[in-house]
C-alpha cells in the first residue's frame, strides 16, 4: 500500500487547529502559550490535566465563523495528499462547551463556520460528518443541556452523539441521555477505555447501548471485551499519537491486537493541533507495528465501511 488511505475516522475540532495559527492569535491578544501546550506541541508526552490546559487555551480562540472555518480546513488540509478511495473526516466538535462554558461564540455562527468548512471540503471530494461530544465526567445532566441546546437547531451535517474528556461516570447513568439523543435520529459513540479502565468499554456497549468505540485500547487486554467488540461490529477508533501521548501505561499499541482479534479498528489524528500528527503518519505508526498486508487492507476497508462521513445522512 504506497499511500495512505484519506479517512480520519476521529479528529476534535478544537484539537485540530493550526499551531501557526493558533501562536498568531495568542500573539495578537498578548498571551503566552501555556508550558503545557509548548510541550505537546515538542512531541513530549503531558499528564491529562496539562492536555486540558492546552485544549482549553488553544480552542480559547474559536471565537467567531471565520475561526470555526478556518479550523475545519486545517483539519481537511492535514488529510494524504495522495489517496485513493473515498475522502473523508468524522469531526468531534463540543458546542456546549464553545457556546456556553467558554462563551465564544453563538451556536448560529458554530454551525455557520462549520457549514462553511464542510461546502469547502466538498468543492474537494472530502465528506464531513459532525458527532456532538459531551464531557463524561460532567454527568448526564450535562448530556441534556448539550441536547437542549442544539435540539431546535440541529443541522444535517450533525449525524452522531459522544462522551469525551475523563471517564468517570459510568455510561450506565448516561444510558438516558443517549435514548434521548437517539430519538433525535442521532448515532451514539464514546470516549472509553482511554483514561479509563478496559472495563468501561464493555459497560459502555451492554450498558450504555454505545454503537461506536473511541480508543478503547485499555480493553485490549481482555479477550472477552475484543470478543464482544467483534462480535457486534462496534467499530473502534485508535489514534495512535494521541494514544501514545495520553494513555498511561500503555507500552506497546494494541491496534495489532485488537484487529486480529477481529475488531473493527479505524485510524484517526484525535488531537492533531495539540499532539502534531497527521493521517499519513498515524498509517505509517500502524504498518510499523508489524501489521500484515491484509491486515493494512482490512483497517482501510473498516475506515470505509464504518465512518460515519461517508453514511446516509440522518433519518430525522
Ligand atoms: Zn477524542
Redesign the pocket.
Known amino acids: 500500500m504506497s499511500f495512505a488511505p484519506a479517512i480520519d475516522r ?3 475540532l478544537e ?1 485540530g487547529l493550526d499551531p501557526v495559527w493558533v501562536r498568531a492569535q495568542a500573539d495578537s491578544a498578548g498571551l503566552s502559550v501555556p508550558d503545557s501546550l509548548e510541550g505537546l506541541w515538542r512531541g513530549e508526552a503531558q499528564a491529562f490535566e496539562g492536555f486540558i490546559e492546552a485544549f482549553l487555551f488553544s480552542s480559547g480562540f474559536l471565537k467567531d465563523r471565520e475561526a470555526v472555518r478556518s479550523a475545519l480546513a486545517a483539519i481537511v488540509g492535514r488529510l494524504p495528499s495522495e489517496s485513493e478511495g473515498p475522502r473523508g473526516v468524522d469531526l ?1 466538535v463540543s458546542p456546549h462547551f464553545l457556546v456556553r462554558f467558554q462563551q465564544l461564540l453563538s451556536l448560529e455562527d458554530l454551525w455557520r463556520g462549520l457549514e462553511d468548512g464542510i461546502a469547502e471540503a466538498r468543492q474537494q471530494g472530502i465528506s464531513v460528518a459532525v458527532v456532538l ?1 459531551a464531557v463524561n465526567n460532567l454527568g448526564p445532566n450535562h448530556g441534556h443541556e448539550v441536547l437542549d441546546l442544539v435540539q431546535d437547531q440541529l443541522p444535517g451535517f450533525v449525524v452522531g452523539f459522544s462522551t ?1 474528556g475523563l471517564e468517570r461516570v459510568p455510561f450506565r447513568e448516561w444510558a438516558p441521555v443517549f435514548d434521548r439523543a437517539r430519538s433525535l435520529g442521532l448515532r451514539i459513540a464514546a ?1 472509553a477505555g ?1 483514561n479509563g479502565p478496559g472495563e468501561n468499554v464493555r459497560e459502555a456497549i451492554l450498558e450504555g447501548g454505545v454503537a461506536r468505540i ?2 478503547g485500547v485499555r480493553a485490549a487486554g481482555d479477550p472477552g471485551i475484543l470478543d464482544l467488540l467483534a462480535e457486534r461490529q462496534i467499530p473502534v477508533d485508535v ?1 495512535p499519537s ?1 494514544n501514545a501521548t495520553l494513555v498511561t501505561d500503555l507500552g506497546a499499541h494494541p491496534l495489532p491486537t485488537m484487529l486480529r482479534a477481529g475488531v473493527r479498528c479505524a485510524l ?1 489524528t ?2 492533531p493541533g495539540l499532539i502534531p500528527c497527521d493521517l499519513a503518519g498515524e498509517w505509517r505508526k500502524a504498518r510499523a507495528m508489524g501489521l500484515t498486508e491484509p491486515e493494512m487492507r482490512s483497517l482501510q476497508r473498516f475506515a470505509e465501511e464504518d465512518a460515519w462521513c461517508l453514511a446516509k445522512p440522518r433519518q430525522k
Open positions: 476521529h479528529v476534535h484539537g468531534w461530544d469525551g470516549h482511554e473511541v480508543h489514534c494521541s484517526g484525535d488531537d
